[in-house]
């Protein structure tokens, strides 16, 4: 199947800890993206990457960081995990040129205790 | 920061009726896209609508687009139970296809 794959679905750690969240798509796309929803489900982007080249950097601790191996790849880092990193976080994908969608991950909830 | 708005926040119709949801956003923009979320799921791209277009159809759904108000809406006509989901719209600036999403409509269609 063509898709967005991330594992895992569930990650449930302790406040301190680091952990690493992964991403492969294999529709060809060029740009990848991480996107963070809360409990109010609102989205707000992280990160992105086209061909393995960091292009949009939000307002995100530097605690997070995103390393892209290979164009299919985007994963994510999040090192000395707080309560407040508990959300989903969604990968997604798309062509290089704008005007097409988006494909996105299922997701993974992220419980910090 | 969050570019669309989206209205009401909550919808809930029988099977049948139309359901109508409202966007509306403060820079320009690229394009448009309204996304379906069901509960516990991923997002699913529905619509795009480019930012020179006014109306756009897919199957049930009917996209409007004013770019002078700054505003879309999203028609789905003859409502069924499986529309029961969360719709985002979501707006693309930049040169790099960044995508801001509002804060989504609930809608639930009951049989």
């Known amino acids: 199947d063509t898709a967005v794959s991330q594992t895992p679905k569930y990650l449930v750690t302790q406040m301190g800890n680091d952990k690493s969240i992964k991403c492969e798509q294999n529709l060809g796309h060029d740009t990848m993206y991480w996107y963070k929803q809360d409990s109010k489900k609102f989205l707000k982007i992280m990160f992105s990457?086209?061909?393995?080249?960091?292009?949009i950097n939000e307002t995100v601790p530097n605690r997070f960081s995103p390393k892209s191996p290979d164009k299919a790849h985007l994963n994510l880092h999040i090192n000395s995990l707080e309560l407040g990193d508990s959300a989903v976080y969604f990968c997604a994908s798309s062509r290089q040129q704008g005007n097409y969608g988006y494909t996105f991950g299922s997701g993974t909830r992220l419980t910090v205790v | 920061s969050q570019q669309g708005e989206e209205d009401p926040q909550a919808l809930s119709i029988q099977e049948g009726e139309n359901a109508t949801m409202n966007c509306s956003y403060k820079t320009s923009i690229n394009n448009l896209q309204w996304y379906r979320q069901n509960s516990g799921r991923g997002l699913v791209h529905l619509i795009l609508?480019?930012?020179?277009?006014r109306e756009k159809h897919s199957g049930r759904l009917r996209v409007t687009l004013d770019t002078s108000k700054k505003s879309s809406s999203l028609l789905i006509t003859a409502s069924r139970a499986a529309d029961t989901a969360s719709y985002f719209c979501?707006?693309?600036?930049?040169?790099?296809?960044?995508?801001?999403f509002g804060a989504g409509t609930q809608v639930v269609v009951t049989p």
């Open positions: 979501a707006t693309e600036e930049g040169s790099w296809g960044k995508l801001q």
């Open positions: 990457y086209n061909n393995k080249e960091l292009i």
């Open positions: 609508i480019r930012s020179n277009e």
